[in-house]
């Protein structure tokens, strides 16, 4: 799924209804590929743009994610990112976040 704006990242993991503030003007581009595999849903994508986002990436499951990399800062829950950092999401966990433009896997 190619990304051409903010309201293109609300699905970023699929069953995901989150909301996505762009945070530096300039087109957000990207992509996002999901992919399930039995009940294991893999999301890997990458945007050009700094975001933060807000609301829950799954409504049911248990959501793992990993930061792969990124140009800036990526924040969660205010606290610092560094790339190869992992987090654990429950269901219907509100995380809040702020990556620069990032390549990741949530």
Sequence with gaps: MHI???ED???ITRGSEVEVTQLKPG???GSIR???IG???ISVGQFSSEIRSKGPLHREN???GTHLASEGRALHWW???RPGDVAIFPPMSTPMRSM???RTIW
């Design 34 to 36: 999901h992919i399930g």
């Design 27 to 29: 087109k957000l581009q």
């Design 62 to 64: 248990v959501v793992l």
């Design 79 to 81: 606290e610092e990112t």
């Design 39 to 41: 009940n294991l849903g």
């Design 9 to 11: 990242l609300r699905e």
């Design 100 to 102: 620069a433009a990032v």
């Design 4 to 6: 051409n704006g903010p």
